[in-house]
């Protein structure tokens, strides 16, 4: 999401960042009202197709739109949130390795 390009870019400059779209507070705000991710309110459905939609189409455009010179552009590698819906898919399709990163441990560390 672009809130982090800032501090990706400022740790990675060797990573290319790219936006893929998406609300992430709209979303957390979602995941915390909807425990189950199960919702009959068609306002909070709406903006959560319209967020999934934007990173559907924004992983796709990350992979495989041209450099800002023309040239085209393959990644060597995917680094994805395990939530985004894609990475399997865009991975397989590239033919490229899927690494998949959580900010947070999932497991005990000490």
């Known amino acids: 999401h672009k809130v982090f390009r800032e501090f990706v870019q400022s740790r990675l400059p060797e990573v290319d960042f790219v936006d893929l779209g998406g609300d992430p507070e709209e979303m957390m705000r979602y995941v915390v009202s909807h425990p189950k991710m199960v919702t009959m309110n068609h306002k909070d459905l ?65």
């Open 46 to 110: 709406a903006m959560q197709t319209r967020n999934l939609d934007e990173i559907i189409i924004g992983s796709w455009r990350a992979c495989c739109l041209p450099q800002p010179d023309g040239s085209p552009y393959k990644p060597d590698v995917l680094v994805c949130n395990p939530p985004v819906p894609t990475h399997v898919h865009l991975a397989e399709k590239l033919q490229i390795p899927l690494m998949i990163m959580f900010p947070m441990p999932w497991s005990k560390t000490t």
